[in-house]
T-cell receptor, first 115, second 115 residues
């Protein structure tokens, strides 16, 4: 089955602009999580959505937001971009097994460069 | 979630077994051990997970000590393509946390497989 698809793969923005990133999860997966990866901070959790509801949120400013649609596809938005927002943004989808273990499948990421 | 400790790096010869250690001395009874890896600039890839028993799949074996305070990921015949950062994560089963999924990635361990 198809994996997690993220678009766009690469993008360049300037400070003050906003950006929207898209994630299509594996078919049947209802949970979508977003992570930011930078050389200095590593992989950091942004937020997680399940059935169009945000269930968990990381420690990021309100400029970072997201949503999930009824088909489980998700978008995240970053407004008023700052140089420090340059990062690889990763989306992961998951569905727990009967025992409750939850394996995340990650997409290839969207590489954002802010100039 | 319990904290994990991994050595920062390890080298392994191609064709030999790679044994990657992880310490999770504060793990609780309902926490799984998950292993992911990230090859440069790609999204993390799930490898294996376990609760109490040793586990094996097509990629690796996971050996969990009887007291569950540490584990070892074994790549039986390392190849150059196994060069990556490996993350050991402990996580309560999602269903026990209301289903919310949030992985806390540490710095991981850089495995370099040498020819």
């Amino acid at each position: 089955k198809a994996g997690v698809t993220q678009t766009p793969r690469y993008l360049i923005k300037t400070r003050g602009q906003q950006v929207t990133l898209s994630c299509s999860p594996i078919s049947g997966h209802r949970s979508v999580s977003w992570y930011q990866q930078t050389p200095g901070q590593g992989l950091q959790f942004l937020f997680e959505y399940f059935s169009e509801t945000q269930r968990n949120k990381g420690n990021f400013p309100g400029r970072f937001s997201g949503r999930q649609f009824s088909n489980s596809r998700s978008e995240m938005n970053v407004s008023t971009l700052e140089l420090g927002d340059s990062a690889l943004y990763l989306c992961a989808s998951s569905q727990p097994d009967q025992a409750g273990a939850n394996v995340l499948t990650f997409g290839a990421g969207s590489r954002l460069t802010v100039l | 979630d319990a904290k994990t400790t991994q050595p920062p790096s390890m080298d392994c010869a191609e064709g030999r077994a790679a044994n990657l250690p992880c310490n999770h001395s504060t793990i609780s009874g309902n926490e799984y051990v998950y292993w992911y890896r990230q090859i440069h600039s790609q999204g993390p890839q799930y490898i294996i997970h376990g609760l109490k028993n040793n586990e094996t799949n097509e990629m690796a074996s996971l050996i969990i000590t009887e007291d569950r305070k540490s584990s070892t990921l074994i790549l039986p015949h390392a190849t150059l393509r196994d060069t990556a950062v490996y993350y050991c994560i402990v996580r309560v089963a999602g269903l026990l946390q209301g289903g919310s999924e949030k992985l806390v990635f540490g710095k991981g361990m850089k495995l370099t497989v040498n020819p």
